[in-house]
């Protein structure tokens, strides 16, 4: 990300090509990012969460897929510096003892997942032990598809706001 805004003022003001580019960065959705942008300027961070979150909700599962898939495998190797390096970071920097047991574990069950039900699995995962995901991750293997669609829209949707919310932390 070559912009990032130090207010959000500086968000409201900035090129609309720049705030598209950081935001399609931060949702893996071009499309979601335009459609944000497209209503500045915002009053509060949290007017733009809740922007975001009703475009989110009005996104085509098509469209929502193609962000589940930007993501990559939970517990996979990331590349070095992304947003998903440090959230899942800063989720095992907080697992207990067993960690690597659990992630080895989350990584023996991702291809199952996704061959169930095609697409990565999604957690909001900051915050959360690698053990609290890996039992989040079996109790959702258990779901049927549509039940599943929709906890993963929320998860990604819940991803999204984080890291909106932490371009102005």
Request: contains cysteine.
């Amino acid at each position: 990300m070559s912009f990032s805004p130090e207010s959000l003022e500086e968000f409201n003001s900035a090129d609309a090509d720049q705030v598209i580019a950081l935001l399609s960065d931060l949702y893996g959705s071009t499309e979601l990012a335009t459609a944000v942008v497209a209503q500045r300027p915002f009053d509060s961070v949290d007017e733009l969460c809740t922007t975001a979150q009703r475009e989110f909700e009005s996104m085509s599962d098509q469209l929502v897929m193609k962000s589940v898939q930007a993501h990559p495998p939970i517990g996979a190797t990331v590349t070095a510096g992304s947003l998903s390096e440090k959230e899942q970071q800063a989720a095992m920097s907080s697992a207990e003892r067993d960690k690597a047991a659990a992630m080895d574990r989350i990584r023996e069950l991702n291809p199952k997942y996704q061959e169930t039900f095609g697409h990565v699995f999604l957690i909001r995962a900051s915050g959360l032990t690698s053990a609290e995901i890996l039992e989040r991750m079996e109790q959702r293997m258990g779901n049927d598809p549509d039940t599943e669609w929709a906890i993963t829209r929320e998860q990604l949707a819940g991803i999204n706001e984080l890291r909106v919310r932490g371009l102005f932390e």
